[in-house]
């Protein structure tokens, strides 16, 4: 069967009444609209057909057409119209964030608390670095005749350094040669290269001071592990029980508990190789708690090596248009603010809009 534009245009409307009445859409509210120029029947056999293919679904024999994930997907792909944020929409989100944010941490909570309000959906944000951390330089100083420093140089020119008790008499030639071997084998590799087998080449080729190689590699992987760590917040679970889709309450506790840190800590790495914003409907999400449950994502830019990520959870009702819209604006705001030199700093919060 075609899926003809005709179709595409009943399903369409279908999805835009659903999202604005949380209501089964009749043919009847479709004819009724200003840009459908055709018959109940003829709209009644086009949601038929929709509902044989798999776009529509019927809850109750006598009852309206509602969406199915096929058809939510359909729809973010390729129906839905481009929303236009109005005067009053933009003004209130570049309220929220035309102020600096300080610090990256509680950036990541302020601006998942600003997203929940913009959309009124449980919000997520999150900072994570761009790709694999690497060593750039090892620098091995020599302190007193017990003890080293050992200093590793990271991309964005941070600097990390420990204190090494010496187990026997090491010599500055010593630690030269080391610090050659260590630029040479363990620099500009990703925290999964540094293997068994990497450690026992550098040792072998380390001469008098092959006893510091352990503990420089056990040190070089904590510092790789603690770049390579996301910060991440979630805001407005709450949120949920004002929507008709979670009045069952077995349902939306069950919703609600799958929607924190660390159930949706995988959501970044999702976006790793992802350009503009990401749609996730329904069934296509792995937690089951997740199936009825639409996340939409998209990135920012926060300089210095570090990628910033908002999204948003909610019913596959959800006014996907308006979020993505609203989203982008965002991801484009905090781009732009993370540009400039100055030290960020996020405003308090924004009035809530009233729940729809």
């Known amino acids: 069967m075609e899926l003809t534009d005709r179709k ?31 018959s109940s029947a003829t709209i009644r056999n086009e949601m038929a057909d929709l509902t044989a ?53 509680k950036m990541v909570e302020k601006v998942a608390k600003l997203v929940s309000q913009a959309t009124n959906l449980p919000a997520i944000s999150a900072a994570s670095r761009h ?9 091995l100083i020599l302190a007193a005749k017990s003890s080293v420093i050992l200093v590793l140089m990271l991309p964005n020119d941070q600097a990390v350094n420990k204190v090494i008790k010496l187990p026997l008499a090491v010599t500055e030639t010593d630690l030269k040669l080391l610090s050659a071997v260590l630029n040479a084998t363990m620099t500009e590799i990703p925290l999964e290269d540094f293997t068994a087998e ?3 080449k550098v040792m072998r080729s380390a001469g008098a001071a092959a006893s510091l190689v352990p503990v420089i590699v056990d040190f070089t992987q904590e510092t790789l ?35 924190d840190e660390d159930a949706l800590s995988n959501l970044p790495a999702v976006m790793q190789n992802e350009n503009g914003t990401k749609v996730i409907v329904g069934p296509e999400n792995v937690a089951d708690e997740l199936k009825d449950t639409s996340v939409v994502m998209t990135k920012f830019d926060i300089g210095d090596g570090l990628q910033g ?39 308090e919060p924004v009035p809530e809009e009233p729940h729809e």
Do not use: W
């Open 309 to 347: 990520m908002i999204g948003v959870v909610g019913p596959t009702r959800m006014d996907y248009a308006k979020v993505t819209a609203r989203l982008s604006y965002f991801a484009e705001s905090l781009s732009k603010m993370f540009a400039k030199p100055e030290s960020p700093q996020l405003p």
């Open 198 to 200: 990497l450690m026992e």
């Open 225 to 259: 592990r603690n770049q390579d760590s996301t910060n991440m917040a979630v805001f407005g679970q709450s949120r949920l029980l004002t929507l008709p889709e979670y009045r069952d309450v077995e349902k939306a506790q069950r919703v609600m508990a799958s929607i």
């Open 8 to 38: 595409k245009k009943v399903l369409r409307s279908v999805v835009d009444l659903y999202i604005r009445t949380a209501e089964p859409v009749g043919s009847k509210a479709i004819t009724e609209l200003p840009d459908m120029n055709y």
């Open 53 to 105: 293919m798999g776009y529509l679904e019927q809850p109750h024999t006598s009852a309206g057409r509602i969406p199915s994930a096929a058809g939510y997907r359909l729809y973010v792909d390729e129906l839905m119209m481009d929303y236009r944020l109005s005067v009053d929409e933009t003004k209130s989100i570049n309220i929220a964030i035309e102020e600096k944010m300080q610090k990256v941490d």
């Open 131 to 139: 790709g694999s951390a690497c060593i750039k330089r090892f620098d």
